[in-house]
Nanobody, 128 residues
């Protein structure tokens, strides 16, 4: 299994960026996907997720209304569109995959330990 994340970098406050995570070696559409981030000195947090069955998405309070997750099953790729970026969004961002063994299970119900595969992380720095 390989997960390739891209799209990070330096962004000005108020700017936008789009992260991508492309998977190979898995049945992509059988997995719920989460985007996590970890800022220096802080615990890793899940900021968004998307279900396999119906594509339903969830967001943490810290990013709701600014970030949007989407998936393209034909391209085995999940995206995180990040708008109105703030300095506090600075972190390493990870994609992670959890098998959706129960059809219709909400993606926000997965604990971190249920994610089988993790991307290598991509740095996003929001600074002027």
């Amino acid at each position: 299994v390989q997960l390739q994340a891209s799209g990070g970098g330096l962004v000005q406050p108020g700017g936008s960026a789009r992260l991508s995570c492309t998977a190979s070696g898995i049945t992509f559409d059988a997995y719920a996907i989460g985007w996590f981030r970890q800022a220096p000195g802080k615990e890793r947090e899940r900021i968004s997720c998307i279900s396999a069955e119906d594509g339903a998405s969830r967001y943490s309070d810290s990013v709701r209304g600014r970030f949007a997750i989407s998936r393209d099953n034909a391209r085995n790729t999940v995206y995180l569109q990040m708008n109105s970026l703030r300095p506090e969004d600075t972190a390493v961002y990870f994609c992670a995959f959890a098998p959706e063994l129960i059809v219709g299970r909400g993606c926000s119900s997965y604990g971190e330990g249920e994610y089988d595969y993790w991307g290598q992380g991509t740095q996003v720095t929001v600074s002027s």
